[in-house]
């Protein structure tokens, strides 16, 4: 099976930035396409962003753009996400997902591996 571990989520005031990482096992390939979702209470599970396996290709929801960042460290089998300007409407359970190809996508059905969440949470 494959493993996903996230960590980094806490608390900051709006404005404030946090790095996500997850970091990959078990079956899951170094060169895993992956993404990162995250769920509110209530809400769907909505996609945020995705990076290819070879780190070339990245996609981001329009919400997130130009604060979000994600990015990969294949040698530590870690996907980051940077978030900076965060906002109240950013908290949220955030997921990790790896899927068995190269190529990222922003279909959460795509992906066949999840984490567990690591919840972040964003003060007015």
């Known amino acids: 099976q494959g493993q996903l571990v996230e960590s980094g989520g806490g608390l900051v005031q709006a404005g404030g930035s946090l790095r996500l990482s997850c970091v990959a096992s078990?079956?899951?390939?170094?060169?895993?396409?992956m993404a990162w979702f995250r769920q509110a209470p209530g809400k769907e599970r909505d996609f945020v962003a995705a990076?290819?396996?070879?780190?070339?290709?990245?996609y981001y929801a329009e919400s997130v753009k130009g604060r979000f960042t994600i990015s990969r460290d294949n040698a530590k089998s870690t996907v980051y996400l940077q978030m900076n300007n965060l906002k109240p409407e950013d908290a949220a359970v955030y997921y990790c997902?790896?899927?068995?190809?190269?190529?990222?996508?922003?279909?959460?059905?795509?992906?066949?591996?999840w984490g567990q969440g690591t919840q972040v949470t964003v003060s007015s």
């Open positions: 078990g079956r899951t390939s170094s060169t895993n396409a």
């Open positions: 997902a790896a899927r068995p190809s190269t190529l990222a996508s922003q279909q959460g059905n795509g992906y066949q591996y």
């Open positions: 990076i290819s396996g070879g780190g070339y290709t990245t």
